[in-house]
């Protein structure tokens, strides 16, 4: 039986980041989470049963941030529960907070993959998720002066 994983991360580059992680995909029973925008509606045909969708939203939005993360919040533990993932990977950003928080509490394993376009600054999802993943990857030697427990991974391209 293989481990069930559950891939996530909001929409655009950090999507691309995870989705170059796709040959992982057949070695595990994933489930594939992003915000749901016009660019990601084609991954249910890519990927039939196994996508799920969370709220589009940016901090940019002062207004409707907070409600679209606590939807995203309800949204997270629906699949967390439905898919009962043994390790989470995400590339980040705000939508895949919650389900990493939610994971940690339920205790399965979290894996972030710090962006690739940060070279000197922590983003605000690797601030708060490097004190509880159990695996915190960096894909520039530069940040491990950020994050000292960090692994350098290398490029994900």
Known sequence: ???????????????SELLALKDLFSHY???LMTEKTKSSL????????????LFYGTMAHPFTYPLKLLGN?????????KFRPRVIVTTGVQSAGPMCCI???????????????????????GRIIYHFADYFIVQW???????????????IY
């Open 1 to 15: 039986m293989k481990d069930r994983v559950l891939f996530i991360a909001s929409a655009g580059g950090h999507l």
């Open 29 to 31: 029973d994933y489930f």
């Open 42 to 53: 084609t991954l249910r045909e890519k990927y039939p049963r196994r996508v799920g969708y």
């Open 73 to 81: 919040s309800f949204i997270s533990l629906y699949y967390y529960l």
């Open 103 to 125: 994971a940690k509490i339920m205790g399965s394993k979290v894996i972030y993959i710090e962006s690739f376009a940060n070279i000197e600054t922590k983003t605000a999802s």
């Open 141 to 155: 030697k530069s940040m491990l002066k950020l994050y000292p427990k960090a692994k350098f991974g290398g490029w």
